[in-house]
């Protein structure tokens, strides 16, 4: 068989290409699994699958069946013709028995040479001679039929002599192809270089959102850890008291089964002879002999019944049924009180410290804040308050916890006046205390949440705003700090309590709260609290 009569034979009537992963159909018919899959995609939901090639239809989607000897076939074939392709490349024009690589191509002729041809071609000016090449026509003017020699700079376009000195091109500035080729290149290198950094930044910035997203998934497994181990202690201890109190009820039934057996058999006894006394008592009165029922021995010395056998009998057992009524409530108070301790446990070690640890540094605050004398409200006041001023006093209304942490996850809550502005957040000691830099979030140093007279809340860090699009009824905030994971976040205190907007940062210093009251001033009385 022929080359070209094999190649048909190898087409997918579908794509028209040589069969890639041919698969078969129960009719007979091969195609690409690619290309037949697509079709039968195409297909599905109209209940009707059918052969692309013979028409034939199918009740079912039909399987597709891997042809093994045909994409053995197929390869062999492709690996041929690429094999031929590079043997051959661009053959001489001349030699027409055999092919022969050839080596260089004139322009004029529009013909390929080998070695041989070469050394017997022309050698006159208008003969151009270049790399071999398919395209020989491109290189010549369409309308002139002469080699493009030149470069219309205004019309960017390559053009002939003829062009350039009659032709539509005339007068136009042109340049040599060598001359503009050089130019252009010289431009592409320049986007080559941009691209380059483009894709140097595009790179970082993959490799920055690659490492996030692991060091989120680490984060998100080791929470989950300790959310395991953490349940999983609960779990433990609510098991165990679970046991400790059945055990203890357990015991507690088990005493009063062993005890009130023989008390039940002691009544018995009493209710036996109590009742042999009553029907003696009772013949007595029904007798008409006085004579008989004075002279009766049993009942020569009668007492009140509530007075017979004393209170050591009756007593005793009225003492041990009284006794045996309940259960310990003690055992049941201990088993609540651990349930506490265990609740507190699992509190403390989700974050470790809580609010009360926050207290003012008053060295630290601007001249028209007041501090409260417990050292957890700032509040504006239009009159100075009259401190020293210091290297560590705040220029404007701020001030800074004494307080700052290295390590840990810590977290504190807020509440600030609803009808002026305040900023809240945290900051290292190295901040700026003079200038607008010194506001906390308009620096590297400081990250903040700030609520404007307009009730308009956002995060601040690096002078870089983010207003917050949901409104926010609460005044009410907490203030939540990872330190080792590098994360500050902030949530609003409402039911259910709502994130905010997390900063994330590799912490270099210790961590103190920051309050702002009153930016840039205020008409009343604004302040911000620190919750107990």
Not at 107 to 119: N, P
Not at 441 to 447: A, T, V
Request: charged letters at 30%; proline letters at 3%.
């Amino acid at each position: 068989m022929a080359s070209a009569d094999l190649s048909e034979e190898l087409l997918c009537s579908i794509c028209l290409s040589t069969f890639k992963d041919p698969v078969t159909l129960r009719c007979g018919h091969n195609f690409c699994r690619v290309c037949i899959r697509r079709v039968l995609d195409t297909q599905d939901g109209s209940g009707v699958y059918s052969c692309p090639e013979c028409r034939k239809r199918f009740r079912v989607r039909p399987s597709l069946m891997r042809n093994i000897n045909l994409h053995n076939v197929a390869e062999r074939f492709r690996i041929t013709q690429q094999e031929q392709e590079e043997i051959t490349g661009i053959c001489c024009s001349y030699c027409v028995d055999s092919p022969v690589p050839a080596v260089r191509s004139c322009l004029l002729c529009e013909a390929s040479l080998c070695d041989k041809h070469l050394r017997s071609h022309s050698k006159s000016p208008e003969h151009v001679l270049s790399d071999p090449s398919t395209s020989l026509e491109k290189r010549k003017c369409s309308v002139h039929k002469k080699i493009l020699e030149y470069y219309c700079t205004e019309d960017a376009a390559c053009i002939c002599v003829s062009c350039s000195l009659a032709g539509e091109h005339r007068g136009h500035r042109v340049e040599m192809l060598d001359e503009a080729s050089g130019k252009k290149k010289e431009k592409l290198r320049n986007v080559l270089q941009k691209l380059i950094t483009k894709r140097k930044e595009t790179e970082e910035k993959v490799r920055s959102l690659e490492e996030r997203r692991r060091k989120a998934q680490e984060k998100a497994a080791g929470e989950a850890e300790r959310v395991t181990a953490l349940c999983t202690d609960i779990r433990r201890r609510v098991d165990d008291l679970e046991k400790k109190v059945l055990s203890e009820i357990s015991r507690q039934e088990k005493e009063e089964s062993l005890s009130l057996p023989a008390l039940i058999h002691q009544l018995e006894i009493k209710k036996d002879e109590l009742s042999r006394k009553m029907r003696h008592i009772e013949e007595l009165c029904n007798m008409t002999d006085p004579l008989t029922v004075l002279q009766d021995p049993d009942t020569g010395d009668l007492c009140d019944p509530e007075e017979e056998g004393g209170g050591e009998d009756t007593g005793g057992h009225d003492k041990q049924l009284h006794d045996g009524d309940d259960l310990d409530v003690a055992v049941i108070s201990h088993t609540l009180h651990t349930l506490c301790e265990v609740i507190s446990g699992i509190r403390s070690g989700i974050y470790v410290e809580g609010p009360a640890d926050i207290l003012l540094d008053v060295t630290t605050a601007g001249n028209n804040l007041l501090i409260s004398d417990d050292l957890k409200t700032a509040t504006w006041k239009r009159e100075k308050q009259k401190r020293p001023e210091t290297a560590e006093r705040f220029q404007y209304n701020q001030v800074m916890s004494r307080r700052g942490f290295t390590s840990g996850r810590h977290y504190w809550d807020v509440e600030g006046s609803r009808s002026e502005s305040w900023m809240v957040g945290m900051c290292y000691p190295s901040i700026d205390r003079r200038g607008w830099q010194s506001m906390i979030g308009y620096n590297n140093k400081s990250w903040s949440l700030w609520r404007s007279n307009n009730n308009q809340h956002s995060v601040t860090h690096g002078s870089e705003v983010i207003y917050l699009p949901d409104k926010i009824s609460s005044d009410r905030f907490r203030i939540c700090l990872d330190y080792e994971a590098g994360q500050l976040s902030f949530y609003e205190l409402c039911d259910p309590i709502r994130h905010l907007h997390t900063f994330t940062a590799t912490f270099s210093e210790p961590l103190h709260a920051a309050l702002c009251v009153g930016l840039p001033l205020a008409c009343g009385d604004a302040w911000i609290r620190i919750c107990s």
